[in-house]
């Protein structure tokens, strides 16, 4: 996927339309996922990934090298996000309503075999007691699947800070499902590849 998603901004930049609307097929639901969990309002996050991608048509000519796709447009979208929010400019938004980014719920996660509804409620409890940072790099990796260097240039922060505060967040897990009695924590990391696997 990440060598498509390469071929494709290679195309856009060549100014291949269909290439953009490949881009967008193919990166929508990942950045509307995290678009929500910045700012839990569905009108405004489409339309600033739509803008986004009007944009990057119209810079098409102007757009640099880009080695990682998904994480360039992940912080792109941060930012459009946090510039909406500053400029207040969506009618829909209530500034009014509080809320925290990066919060999970229990119908974030897939039902399988493996989990049941009763451990992705406990699931969710767990990773909402987590720092925000926390949080996001959790998302990151196991939700977009992100590599350490993709989540570093997401997060802004070196690979080494990266791994302690995914290491720090899941034994943070960890240590609270066993508490609860879910033994099958110390595959912490299978149960998140597979409560988020299908949700994409």
């Given amino acids: 996927m990440k060598q498509k998603e390469q071929i494709l901004w290679n195309r856009l930049k060549e100014g291949s339309n269909e290439a953009l609307g490949e881009l967008f097929e193919i990166c929508f639901h ?7 969990k910045i700012v839990p309002v569905s009108d405004l996050v489409k339309d600033v990934i739509h803008d986004m991608f009007i944009r990057l048509w119209d810079r098409r000519e102007h757009l640099g090298d ?15 996000l946090v510039h909406v929010l500053k400029k207040n400019r969506f009618t829909e938004l209530d500034t009014s309503i509080k809320w925290e980014p990066f919060v999970l719920a229990a119908d974030d996660f897939i039902i399988n075999e493996e989990n049941s509804e009763k451990l992705n409620q406990r699931l969710a409890q767990s ?28 997060l802004e922060m070196n690979v080494q800070s990266v791994r302690n505060l995914l290491f720090r967040a899941l034994e943070k897990v960890r240590k609270e499902l066993k508490d609860v009695g879910f033994h099958s924590s110390d595959n912490i990391e299978i149960i998140l590849f597979s409560c988020f696997l299908k949700k994409k």
Wanted: charged letters at 25%.
């Fill in 30 to 36: 990942e950045l509307y996922f995290y678009g929500l």
């Fill in 66 to 80: 880009v080695n990682r796709v998904k994480p360039y447009l992940l912080v792109t979208l941060k930012n459009d």
């Fill in 127 to 154: 990773l909402n007691h987590l720092s925000e940072r926390q949080r996001e790099v959790l998302i990151l990796r196991f939700y977009h699947n992100l590599g350490f260097d993709e989540m570093g240039e997401v």
